[in-house]
Each structure stands twice: as structure tokens, then as C-alpha cells.
């Protein structure tokens, strides 16, 4: 479906099949309405993650019975990663997909989960977004945007992909570095020297072939999907942490009024795919480096002084307790921050 990034999942996909199978048949014993949905998704069909959302609207019609069909609308073409939420909320499409982080001010607290060098490996951002999902905050926050998280994707780690090679605290001074919308990265970043800019994913590659930026934060595999290494051929082996990054969101009320077997499904095929999706990506990653970089020229650099950017950085933890606790949600942090110190506890490079 999406070139390398299909030869890269193969497997992957092979194994949510498998998963899916064992349910499959009791699924379809159900009774379920004849539904037409649209999903209005922020990034390409070829992007590396994006496929995940394929699978999901798959496996739906699939254990529906074919009674359920979702059409994805990609790339942006029903609305921007900033516009989707509102689409969702406010039922001009069904279902959305976009990242949590860009609406910290529409949900302060559900929007506040992508915080780097906190969780290791895409399980533990996986569990992160389960866990927020439970506290009343972050339902009050969802329900004031009339929609409902179905799952957000744990990702590999965020690491740099680079025009030069990065290799110490020194190497950082002055560097360019193109940073997602999430909150306290900016001050994060810059606090190690790093010039942040933010700038959309779509213009990635424009911006390290032209020399706007020095770097690129993402997984690795997007620097495959997005041909960055075109034009920056150092990946840098730094894990920034793996985050929540996109999923999908349902509206509301549509949610609500649709009979309990259709929540239940839509609910369980969530599940499946987190759960499998933070293994695989575990192979995704390995396979990055061991096949598609050395296939594309690509330099693999080991950064020096993670111990020493650690004491300098501090904790992006206590840069995100401090501001929810001065926009008044000092009770949401009281009950999540231990979330965020036991990943962040065990994180390792």
C-alpha cells in the first residue's frame, strides 16, 4: 500500500490479522447497523504510522460484517491538524485523526501527554494515553470538545534526523531543529542551546533541503516514509521518548446514540491495535536501522553525552507540573504526575 513502509510492516500486519481473527467470528455473529463514516485524517496515506489507521477502518468493516464502512478523506483534505478536533466535535465528520498535543489550550490536561525523554518505548506512551483517558479531567476535556478518544498510537522514539552529524552537548549549540506543536518543547529545547522552529510535518523535507532547519524530530521510519534522507543523511541514536502521538476521535453524540454493540467493537478493534501496534513498532525500529539505513546511505550517529544532557535539560515533568499546576489543574497533576515519574524512573537510552 505505501511502498518501503509496507515492506516494513508486512509482518506487522500479519500479526494483527492473526489477533484479529480470534474475534472475528463472534464479532460478526452480532447484529450491527448499516453505517457510512468518514474519517478525515492530518497526514498522508504514505506517511509511516498512517497505515495503523488503515488497518483499524479494516478490521471494523471486517468484524462488522461489512455493515460498518468508514472512507478516510488523507492529507488534510477535510480540514488541517488544527481544524479536525472542531470537525469531530462538532459532527461535520464522524471520526477524526490528529495529535493530542495540538490542543493544549482546547484540553489542558488530555492535550499534555508528549514529553520527551519520559517514556522509553512505545508501550510505555501507549499506557501513558490509557491512563490519562481514566482521569476526569481528561474526560471533562473531551467532552467540552464533544468528542471521545478511541486511541492514540504509542510511537517509536522521537530522535533527530540531521544535515550534519550531532554528537555533543556542543554540537547542539545553535542547531535548527524543527519541533511538532506540542507544549514545553520550545523552552525545553532551548534551554540545551537548541533553536527551536515550529513548522508543520508536511513541510519537513522542504525545510532540511533548503536549510531552514539543521534537524528533524520524528521516529526514524518517518525519515524513510518522508525521503528526508534525500537531503539529511545523519540519524542521530538519541531517544527523546517514545510519545502518543495521533489516533482517532469520535464524536459524542454520534458515539452515544449508536447502539452498545457498535461502541463495544469500535472499542475493542482500539485495543487490538495499541496493544500490537507498541510491538511491532519495536521491529519497525530495528529494521530502520539494520536494512533501510544502510540501503540509503544513511550515517548512524551515537550522541555522547545523554547524561550530561540529562543534568543541563532537567525534567520536562516539572515543566509540565509547573504550568498545569498555574492554569489551575494542580488536582489532574496530583493524580497523573505519578504516572509520568514511574516512566520516566525507568527510562533508559
Given amino acids: 500500500m505505501i511502498g518501503k513502509v509496507k515492506q516494513n510492516l508486512k509482518f506487522g500486519l500479519a500479526a494483527l490479522a492473526f489477533c484479529a481473527t480470534a474475534?472475528?467470528?463472534?464479532?460478526?455473529?452480532?447484529?450491527?447497523?448499516?453505517l457510512n463514516l468518514r474519517l478525515a485524517h492530518f497526514v498522508p496515506s504514505n506517511t509511516a504510522g498512517a497505515q495503523w489507521e488503515q488497518w483499524w477502518v479494516d478490521e471494523v468493516e471486517k468484524r462488522s460484517g461489512d455493515k460498518i464502512k468508514i472512507k478516510i478523506f488523507w492529507a488534510g483534505s477535510m480540514g488541517g491538524p488544527k481544524e479536525i478536533l472542531k470537525l469531530t466535535g462538532t459532527g461535520a465528520v464522524q471520526l477524526g485523526v490528529t495529535a493530542q498535543g495540538y490542543f493544549t489550550r482546547e484540553m489542558p490536561v488530555a492535550g499534555n501527554a508528549s514529553l520527551l525523554r519520559v517514556h522509553q518505548a512505545p508501550a510505555d506512551a501507549a499506557d501513558s494515553w490509557k491512563r490519562w483517558q481514566e482521569d476526569p479531567q481528561t474526560r471533562a476535556d473531551m467532552d467540552q470538545n464533544g468528542v471521545i478518544g478511541l486511541y492514540h498510537q504509542g510511537s517509536n522514539p522521537y530522535r533527530l534526523f540531521c544535515t550534519k552529524p550531532v554528537e555533543t552537548l556542543a554540537d547542539l549549540e545553535g542547531l535548527r531543529v524543527r519541533v511538532p506543536g506540542a507544549p514545553y518543547w520550545v523552552e525545553f529545547l532551548s534551554a540545551m542551546g537548541v533553536v527551536p522552529v515550529s513548522i508543520p510535518y508536511s513541510e519537513m523535507y522542504g525545510a532540511l533541503q533548503k536549510g531552514t532547519?539543521?534537524?528533524?524530530?520524528?521516529?526514524?521510519?518517518?525519515?524513510i516514509s518522508g525521503k528526508f534522507y534525500e537531503v539529511a543523511k545523519y540519524a542521530i541514536d538519541m531517544n527523546m521518548g517514545s510519545q502518543p502521538t495521533w489516533g482517532v476521535f469520535v464524536n459524542k453524540k454520534i458515539f452515544d446514540a449508536w447502539p452498545e454493540n457498535v461502541q463495544k467493537l469500535m472499542r475493542e478493534v482500539s485495543d487490538d491495535l495499541m496493544e500490537v501496534v507498541a510491538k511491532e513498532n519495536v521491529k519497525i525500529a530495528e529494521k530502520t536501522i539494520e536494512v533501510d539505513f544502510v540501503e540509503h546511505g544513511i550515517t548512524y550517529v551515537k550522541f555522547k553525552e545523554a547524561a550530561e544532557f540529562d543534568e543541563k535539560a532537567g525534567s520536562m515533568v516539572d515543566l509540565w507540573a509547573a504550568d498545569l499546576k498555574e492554569r489551575g489543574y494542580g488536582d489532574a497533576v496530583e493524580r497523573l504526575e505519578p504516572v509520568l515519574r514511574e516512566k520516566q524512573a525507568n527510562f533508559k537510552d
Avoid at 213 to 223: G, I, K, L, M, R
Fill in 213 to 223: 532547519v539543521d534537524c528533524s524530530f520524528a521516529p526514524h521510519e518517518q525519515a
Fill in 23 to 34: 474475534v472475528t467470528g463472534s464479532a460478526q455473529a452480532e447484529e450491527y447497523p448499516s
